[in-house]
């Protein structure tokens, strides 16, 4: 059975069915907006922090490092 592939901006050629939520991109993991919610621990905050603050970039993958940045940076946000 022949594999379909699908071309992606930052990678070779990756697997249709396995283009799903995590992209590898030089050994860097990539996560989604719903796998990132779901490791509350790692952020040290709750999932609809965690959510709110990643659905506001325009970006759909995130590593952890980015996320952890976009988050903590909304975190400590001044409230007006």
Known sequence: ???KTV???KTADVPAEKN???VKTSSVSRYTVDELSKAE???NTNKV???TALSM???DLFTLEEAKEIVSKFKNKEVK
């Open 1 to 3: 059975m022949a594999t």
């Open 7 to 9: 071309k992606d901006e």
């Open 20 to 22: 799903s939520a995590r």
């Open 41 to 43: 621990n790692e952020f």
């Open 49 to 51: 922090i965690i959510r």
């Open 57 to 59: 970039s325009d970006k």
